[in-house]
């Protein structure tokens, strides 16, 4: 079965530290999806990447395709960071099967 | 911007009630999801439609139906809501142009089966 393994689950952290959320996954895939889903539950996508990494503002996501694995990153980060963070991948290509979700981490930024 | 319109934030329903939730889309993509997410168990895929008329089933199809009369408008269908279908639910659309696959989201609908 394809798999999308998530960590941490939680993680609590002080304003300004650098923030690394791990993505693993079972089998060869098309595209990896990086989502931010706020309280409230509207869900935001961030990233979406085939290889290599990508960078927006302070986010930056990368991923290495020989070992499955992906990872998200946030410089220097700030309460308003504070969301679940949610890999979901896409084994069909295309997407029109839909995605694979990990189970999400739960991010919380102190002041 | 892609606008995905769910019909309800937050639904309250009495066991074996019908219930239907609704999802739009304003990018005329051809691909619709219904997805229910629940804690420690993520985002699941319920049902999905890649035209009009046509549907498939995801990985927890049990206990839905879906309809898709029309392209921007993709109804997920309880059709007798039991407790165990209590979740946040999410729907989503994309297009098969995009070979990349981005999903958008709609806000997400609530539902309490009581």
């Known amino acids: 079965k394809n798999e999308v393994e998530q960590s941490p ?13 791990n993505c693993s996954y079972s089998v060869g895939i098309s595209a990896l999806h ?40 946030i410089t220097a980060s700030h309460p308003r960071d504070s969301a ?6 896409d084994f069909s290509g295309g997407g029109a099967d839909g995605l694979t979700f ?10 | 911007d892609v606008k995905v319109t769910q019909s309800s934030r937050y639904l309250v329903k009495r066991t074996g009630e019908k219930v ?9 993509h051809e691909n619709m999801f219904w997805y229910r997410q629940d804690p420690g168990l993520g985002l699941r895929l319920i049902y999905f439609s890649y035209d ?35 979740s946040m639910y999410l729907c989503a659309s994309s297009s098969p142009d995009d070979s990349i696959g981005i999903q958008y989201f709609g806000a997400g609908t609530r539902l309490s089966v009581l």
């Open chain 2, 52 to 86: 009009v008329k046509m549907k498939e089933k995801g990985d927890i199809p049990e206990g839905y139906s879906v309809s898709r009369e029309k392209k921007e408008r993709f109804s997920l269908i309880l059709e007798s809501a039991s407790t165990n279908q209590t």
């Open chain 1, 9 to 21: 689950q939680n993680l609590t952290a002080q304003e300004g530290e650098f923030i690394t959320i």
């Open chain 1, 84 to 89: 679940v963070y949610i890999c979901a991948v």
């Open chain 1, 34 to 73: 990086w989502l931010q889903q706020h309280p409230g539950g509207g869900i935001v996508s961030l990233f979406m990447l085939s290889s290599g990494k990508k960078k927006h503002g302070r986010l930056i996501a990368t991923i290495n395709i020989q070992e499955k694995h992906s990872s998200l990153h």
């Open chain 1, 102 to 111: 990990g189970k999400g981490t739960h991010l919380i930024i102190q002041p």
């Open chain 2, 20 to 28: 239907f939730l609704e999802c739009v889309q304003d990018m005329d």
